[in-house]
């Protein structure tokens, strides 16, 4: 019995790994998790409550569209990024995974190629592992995607499809230049390609200001943007959303439908209601203000307890600080020999977060999930475990 | 800017049409919806009601794995179903529509065979078309599948994968007899295939005894079990579950996982808690009560109203009672052409619920959703509108 090909692809992702862990003491920096303590619980449950309890049970049902106040809310929060899009161009998600694999599915037949910032989010992989593409990457400045590499592929190769987070590129932090965002769109428009905007995390700035989305520079409908309540509302919502042409909306939506019929009624009400109920900005400021004091402590800690070869970034926003080790050290070994089962930490190793996979002295730290005390005990066993590894930096 | 293969495939499967009404007077037979007053909405307000005030906040976090006590549960269900299932055989989905997804992602490359009977539930058709497979349609018979014919198919070409709906097959109604499981069995282990058999319908019996599953007779691992709460319990549920080998779930997961990351751990642990504390049989009885009179209903009401060309049956079970009119008769051309504008009425045409799509004279009605009040009035307009139609039903 042998499975398709996608299902090779897709299983050796690397993207179960990141739950990985030893035991309920294991302190992970891998998962991109939100802060346990931040779900606005309270609300939240009001917000079930009222919809559940209100006599109308059509929110247990099938619904033959999406929530129209919901989309009609999501089209002000994207006036407010600059984006005109109306309630038609709106599609609700299973989070913005599920976007990231629609997208895939609308564009791309096997063989066909898509650009990736590299390293990049390894969940975006995954998703495009299972239309069997062609991957073409291109590397993260610290302004965001090397644009003159960009244009070499764009050039060279067929390209249908540009991923990208301009904003707290995961993994790395990096937030994409202004100018950057308008040239690759103007790539896009000489090239024909689209560009899906991955935006998961834009809500979560830290320090700095705003830059303009990509979606605001698109003047011929080549962008796809993402969106998602993840982060800042609860992951169990499972709602994201994406933006785009009425066409393309609605072939996405055909899409959808031929995966999971529909996302749930009942959360898109709840979501709905707890957004008319309650100011999420001032929810959003509040998981802001711990993210970043979350953040600064990781730093901070890094700094005491890390060997001096090890650089790291201090991000202006997301959920992940990114270690580059020496050339020569592999992070995967490490996690497996020493790390996990030795200090018991965990972290996401660099090797899958590169379709190429051949980079293997990068890591992904996440600083949301865990406590003040794990942040600060897992940093200093992670120093610890590098002094103490058998390796070039403990010379 | 041109999109995959699949997208044109997948718009064109007729899912959507499903869903197709004039205005909020149209009496619908088309769609596979429950009857809204049957939710049990003070339970499962209940259940929502105690998981997200208990304190928790994990219901509202990602989870690494699913919910165990509510996979412990299934596997309860499905040994009185004479599946010995493990809850490491079990996995959630988003409603059956995802696990019908999912199994086609696993299964198939491009080109490859599906054997689907003839006629099949077009969401299926819709999600098999996302990986482009070639398409072997079976006659249903009476008592299921012909199995010479697929006896036939499997011989002259290359077949991953067997889909079947073997009770109150959606849309016939029919169900399979228990000789023809054990030997649609028998073929898939001589010719190495996997059976996908579907049984979102199967606690919904209305009359005569319940025959064994297929996958009670699966010696070898190949048949994945398809389940969901959607029409038992809720639809906004979006909860569905399949039951395969260790290995086959694992690789399922994966592509799962890729596809939306998890389904919802607040969803999970509301089902659970509805299920521990109520008797859901007890709820399933009194739904099945409801819909057989209401099958009861709108068999009478197509037997007085109907011109005698229209066959029809009385199935034993599911949500629809199938029509089949002459041959020459073009039931899509009379729904947009005359049911649908003339006498507000919809029901599903059986054009695409063929592959071959050359199937006219069939159509589907769905019993469950509207009022009684609907199907009397709906049957009698349907009844009139085929008399004064311009049609060799006329003559």
């Not at 989070?95 to 898509?114: C, E, N, R, T």
């Not at 644009?147 to 067929?158: N, S």
């Not at 979606?215 to 969106?227: A, E, L, M, N, P």
Request: aromatic share 10%; glycine share 6%.
């Amino acid at each position: 019995m042998n499975f398709s090909s996608r299902t090779d692809l897709t299983i050796n992702s690397g993207l179960n790994d990141i739950f990985k862990t030893r035991d309920s003491q294991t302190i992970s920096f891998a998962g991109g998790l939100p802060d346990n303590s931040l779900f606005p619980q309270k609300e939240l449950a009001q917000a079930f409550h009222e919809v559940i309890t209100n006599d109308d049970p059509s929110v247990f049902q099938y619904s033959a569209e999406q929530l129209l106040p919901l989309r009609d809310k999501i089209t002000q929060k994207m006036k407010r990024y600059g984006v005109n899009a109306k309630s038609e161009d709106i599609l609700f998600t299973q989070g913005a995974q599920q976007a990231l694999s629609l997208a895939a599915q609308l564009l791309i037949d096997k063989g066909d190629g898509i650009v990736v910032e590299a390293p990049t989010y390894v969940g975006a992989l995954a998703a495009f592992d299972a239309v069997e593409p062609s991957f073409y990457e291109v590397p993260v400045d610290n302004d965001g995607m090397n644009i003159d590499a960009l244009e070499h592929i764009l050039k060279h190769h067929e390209v249908k499809m540009i991923y990208t987070i301009p904003d707290f590129q995961n993994p790395t932090g990096v937030v994409m230049s202004t100018a950057k965002r308008k040239a690759i769109v103007e790539l896009a428009n000489r090239y024909d390609v689209v560009i899906v905007e991955d935006e998961a995390y834009r809500d979560l700035r830290y320090t700095g200001t705003q830059l303009p989305t990509i979606k605001q520079f698109d003047t011929q409908g080549r962008v796809i943007y993402i969106g998602s309540f993840s982060k800042i509302l609860a992951p169990a919502m499972r709602l994201g959303w994406l933006v785009a042409t009425p066409k393309m909306r609605a072939d996405l939506a055909a899409l959808k439908g031929s995966t999971d019929i529909e996302t749930s009624s009942l959360t898109m009400h709840a979501v709905n209601d707890y957004l008319a109920a309650n100011d999420i900005d001032q929810h959003i400021d509040e998981v802001r203000n711990i993210y970043c004091q979350k953040k600064d402590l990781m730093y901070q800690a890094l700094a005491e307890n890390l060997p001096e070869e090890v650089e790291f970034n201090n991000p202006e926003g997301g959920f992940f600080i990114w270690l580059k080790l020496p050339n020569n050290f592999d992070t995967e070994e490490f996690l497996d020999q020493y790390l996990l089962p030795e200090a018991n930490v965990t972290f996401v190793p660099s090797k899958n977060l590169f379709t190429s996979k051949n980079v293997l002295n990068g890591a992904r730290l996440n600083f949301t999930q865990p406590t003040d005390e794990q942040i600060c005990e897992g940093c200093l066993r992670l120093g610890q475990a590098l002094k103490n590894y058998r390796l070039p930096i403990a010379n």
